[in-house]
């Protein structure tokens, strides 16, 4: 799956091997074999949990580092709500994040927050067409297999169109 990290691992798993056998042939006289193999197996078990920990908890975590990037804004006909469609692309230290496109429904004077969408989230980079029908319902065009999708935000009702290729 991750091919690049195939040749670190094998040599961190031939370095860790290797020091687990000198660590044996040190304490071999002093210890006894029960304490060896003990001690042995203590370290193998943290070693592959902190590596574990490592790669699972920071390497191939997609939340450590997003950003949002407006598509589109669209002010409500009253100018009481804005509809703004993002994407949202994240980045981790080993693998590519899938980018997720969002809608959020705003207060005129309230600025996109950093995360997800409140409305609405489509995988990938689907195009999302916005469309005021009135001051309090939007129609939301969309392409993309569905992640989140609201029917109510505030006072607005939300009505969505699913298109074919855009």
Same mark, same amino acid.
């Given at each position: 799956?991750?091919?690049?990290?195939?040749?670190?691992?094998?040599?961190?798993?031939?370095?860790?091997?290797?020091?687990?056998?000198?660590?044996?042939?040190?304490? /071999?006289?002093? /210890?006894?074999?029960?304490?060896?193999? =003990?001690?042995?197996?203590?370290?193998?078990?943290?070693?592959?949990?902190?590596?574990?920990?490592?790669? %699972?908890?920071?390497? @191939?975590?997609?939340?450590?580092?997003?950003?949002?990037?407006?598509?589109?804004?669209? =002010?409500?006909?009253?100018? =009481?709500?804005?509809?703004?469609? %993002?994407? =949202?692309?994240?980045?981790?230290?080993?693998?590519?994040?899938? !980018?997720?496109?969002?809608?959020?429904?705003?207060?005129?004077?309230?600025?996109?927050?950093?995360?997800?969408?409140?409305?609405?989230?489509?995988?990938?980079?689907?195009?999302?067409?916005? !469309?005021?029908?009135?001051?309090?319902?939007?129609?939301? !065009?969309?392409?993309?297999?569905?992640?989140?999708? !609201?029917?109510?935000?505030?006072?607005? @009702?939300?009505?969505?169109?699913?298109?074919?290729?855009?």
């Amino acid at each position: 799956m991750y091919t690049e990290l195939a040749a670190p691992t094998c040599g961190l798993v031939i370095a860790a091997v290797l020091a687990l056998g000198l660590i044996a042939f040190i304490n /071999r006289r002093h /210890r006894g074999t029960g304490a060896i193999i =003990r001690l042995a197996a203590l370290l193998t078990v943290g070693c592959f949990t902190a590596t574990g920990g490592l790669f %699972f908890g920071l390497l @191939r975590n997609c939340s450590l580092s997003c950003r949002n990037k407006t598509v589109a804004e669209l =002010r409500s006909p009253n100018g =009481r709500w804005k509809a703004v469609s %993002f994407s =949202r692309k994240c980045v981790a230290i080993v693998r590519d994040c899938p !980018q997720v496109s969002h809608v959020s429904i705003l207060s005129a004077s309230e600025e996109l927050p950093g995360g997800d969408g409140n409305v609405f989230s489509v995988a990938g980079k689907g195009e999302i067409i916005l !469309q005021w029908k009135s001051a309090n319902v939007l129609i939301v !065009q969309y392409y993309g297999v569905v992640l989140r999708l !609201q029917k109510r935000v505030h006072d607005v @009702r939300v009505d969505y169109l699913p298109v074919g290729f855009m």
